[in-house]
C-alpha cells in the first residue's frame, strides 16, 4: 500500500518543495483548503481530504479533517493485529505523516484593533486534534509543525521512512508547540474575561537564545520572551552591535529599563549596576541627562548598563564612548552616533522602544516549587498626592526634587535610600539589613553635595534615628510613605532641624 501524507498548514513556507520531496519518495499527498490549492498549482498530485473521508467541508471549513477516515488512519497502531484489522475492514488507509501548523492566533490577538469574532475564529481545533493524534502515535507517524524541519524529515524518511527516536522528537516539539498555543488562547480568555486570580496559570515563552551561562559559570542558562510582548522590552531589543548578551547583562539591562521609564516626560539616563540605579539624571537633553547620570556614581557607572529615552546623538555617543560600559539601550541612535560607538568592540547597543506596555501588568517571581504573582508595581505619586507633614513645607523646587527622588529610589532593592538634588542621584542606598544602613551608604556617597539635597525612603521609618543622620548630612526634605507606629518622632526630628517631611502613603519595597 502506498504510504500517505496529510499536509494543511497556514504557513506555506517552503511548502511545494517538501511536498515535491514526499510525492519523489512515493508518499500520496492529501490536503485541505488553501494548501491543497497551492499543492495543485505546483502540478502535485494532491487529493482533497473529502475524497478521503466522502464528506465535504462544511461550517465555513470548521470541520473537515475531524472525521474517523482522518483519525483512525492516524491512531491505528501498525503493531497491534486488532488495530490492522479494524482500518481493512472499514477501507481506512493509514496516514503515516502528518504536516500541519495552526491558525494564526497569536498574530491575529497581537492586533490592538482586533475583534473579539476574529480572535475565536482564528483558534485551530481540526488541526492540534491531528497534530496530538500523529504525535500520540509517533512509533508509527511522522508529525511536523515547523517548516525548518522539512529538510531534516526528508533526510530521515528517505532511510527506510524514518526512524522511531526521530519521529519522537518532532513529537516531543509539537506537544511543546500545541501546549503553547492553548496557552496563548486560554491567557487571552483570562484578559477577556477580566479574570482576576484563575484556578491554574499557565505562562509560555519563546526562546530567544541559549546563554553561555547563568548568574555564575557553573549554571546553565536560557533566555526566553512572551509570545506577543509589545513596547519597551529587552526581549523586545534589537542589538546594533557587540556580543552576545549574558545571564547578569539581560537582568541589569531590564533594571536600567524600568527606571527610565519612569521619566517619559523629559530626557533621561540611568546607569545600573548589579541591577540598582547607581546614577540616574534628567536634563534639557540626553546629553546633559547622561552627563548627569554618569557625575552621580563616576566610580560605580564603570562596566554598567545606561538607558536612555531619547535617541543617542553625536554628543552623547562622544561622551558614552569615554569609559567602558557593557550596555547602551536607547529608543534608537544616530548614525553618526553608531559611527562613534562601535569603534568600541565590546560595547553592545541595543534599541527598545520606549513605550510602556500598558497589558503587561503582572509580575511573576519563581520560588522553590512554585511562583508568585502579583501586580506590577504601577503605582505614581504626584505632587498633589502628598501629604506634608512637618512645620516647614517644600518649596516648588524641593517637591520636584523629591518626586524625582521618589521615582529612583522604587527601583532601589530594600532597604533604599536615595539623595537627589537638581534633577540628579547623588547618593544611593540599596539592599541593606536596615534603613540606618542604607542611609549611611547614600550619605556618603553623597558626601558634601548632600547639603541643601533631598531624600527618598521606600518605606517607613520605624524610629527617628534614620532622620537623625539625614539631618547631620544637611538633607532639607523627604519623602517617605509614613504609616510607622513612631512616624511623630521622625515629624518631630525634623521639626528640630528644619526639615520638610512629606507622606506618599505608598510603598515601594523590592525585594
Known amino acids: 500500500m502506498k504510504k500517505r501524507a496529510l499536509l494543511s498548514v497556514s504557513d506555506k513556507s517552503n511548502l511545494v518543495p517538501f511536498a515535491k520531496g514526499l510525492d519523489k519518495l512515493g508518499y500520496e499527498l492529501i490536503s485541505t483548503g488553501g494548501t491543497l490549492k497551492a499543492l495543485k498549482e505546483a502540478d502535485l498530485p494532491a487529493k482533497a481530504v473529502s475524497e478521503i473521508t466522502g464528506f465535504e467541508e462544511i461550517l465555513d471549513g470548521r470541520v473537515k479533517t475531524l472525521h474517523p477516515y482522518i483519525h483512525a488512519g492516524l491512531l491505528a497502531r501498525r503493531d497491534e493485529e486488532s488495530h490492522v484489522k479494524q482500518l481493512a475492514e472499514r477501507d481506512i488507509a493509514p496516514i503515516d505523516v502528518v504536516v500541519v501548523n495552526l491558525y494564526p492566533f497569536k498574530e491575529t490577538i497581537a492586533n490592538p484593533d482586533v475583534t473579539e469574532e476574529d480572535a475565536i475564529e482564528n483558534i485551530d481545533i481540526g488541526g492540534p486534534t491531528m497534530l496530538r493524534a500523529a504525535s500520540k502515535n509517533f512509533r508509527d507517524v511522522t508529525v511536523v509543525v515547523d517548516p525548518t524541519d522539512y529538510d531534516a524529515v526528508l533526510d530521515n524518511l528517505g532511510d527506510n521512512g524514518g526512524t522511531a527516536e526521530f519521529r519522537k522528537t518532532l513529537a516531543a516539539k509539537v506537544f511543546r508547540h500545541t501546549a503553547n498555543y492553548d496557552a496563548i488562547i486560554a491567557n487571552y480568555f483570562v484578559d477577556i474575561t477580566d479574570e482576576e486570580d484563575p484556578e491554574t496559570v499557565t505562562q509560555t515563552f519563546e526562546k530567544v537564545q541559549s546563554l553561555r551561562y547563568g548568574e555564575n559559570p557553573h549554571q546553565k542558562a536560557a533566555f526566553y520572551k512572551e509570545g506577543n510582548v509589545k513596547g519597551a522590552s529587552i526581549a523586545n531589543a534589537k542589538q546594533l552591535h557587540g556580543k552576545e548578551l549574558s545571564y547578569n547583562n539581560i537582568q541589569d539591562a531590564n533594571a536600567a529599563l524600568e527606571v527610565v521609564l519612569e521619566f517619559a516626560d523629559q530626557p533621561a539616563a540611568v546607569a545600573v549596576k548589579h541591577m540598582n540605579p547607581c546614577g ?5 537633553t540626553i546629553s546633559e541627562a547622561y ?45 553618526k552616533a553608531i559611527e562613534i560607538l562601535t569603534v568600541k568592540k ?23 516549587g512554585g511562583l508568585l504573582v502579583q501586580d506590577r508595581d504601577n503605582g505614581k505619586i504626584l505632587a498633589n498626592d502628598l501629604e506634608v507633614v512637618t512645620d516647614r513645607k517644600p518649596d516648588a523646587k524641593e517637591i520636584d526634587e523629591l518626586l524625582f527622588a521618589w521615582k529612583v529610589v522604587k527601583h532601589v532593592k530594600s532597604n533604599a535610600i536615595v539623595v537627589a538634588k ?45 532622620v537623625e543622620n539625614a539631618a547631620k548630612a544637611g538633607i532639607k526634605a523627604i519623602i517617605q510613605p509614613g504609616g510607622s507606629k513612631r512616624d511623630q518622632d521622625s515629624i518631630d526630628e525634623c521639626n528640630k532641624h528644619g526639615i520638610a517631611m512629606v507622606l506618599t502613603k505608598m510603598r515601594h519595597f523590592k525585594h
Not at 280 to 284: D, K, N, S
Not at 434 to 454: D, L, P
Not at 455 to 464: E, G, Q, R
Open 291 to 335: 552627563q548627569k547620570a554618569y557625575q552621580a556614581d563616576p566610580v560605580s557607572i564603570f562596566g554598567g548598563i545606561v538607558a536612555l529615552n531619547r535617541e543617542v546623538d553625536e554628543a552623547t555617543a562622544d561622551q558614552l564612548k569615554d569609559i567602558f560600559l557593557e550596555i547602551v539601550i536607547a529608543p534608537s541612535f544616530s548614525e
Open 280 to 284: 540616574v539624571g534628567i536634563g534639557e
Open 422 to 466: 537638581s534633577d540628579q542621584t547623588l547618593g544611593v542606598g540599596a539592599g541593606q539589613m536596615n534603613r540606618v544602613g542604607a542611609a549611611a551608604i547614600a550619605f556618603e556617597q553623597a558626601g558634601e553635595k548632600a547639603q541643601g539635597a533631598v531624600m527618598a525612603s521606600d518605606a517607613f521609618f520605624p524610629m527617628p534615628d534614620t
Open 346 to 368: 565590546n560595547i553592545r547597543l541595543l534599541e527598545t522602544p520606549m513605550e510602556i506596555n500598558e497589558t503587561d501588568t503582572k509580575k511573576v517571581v519563581s520560588v522553590i
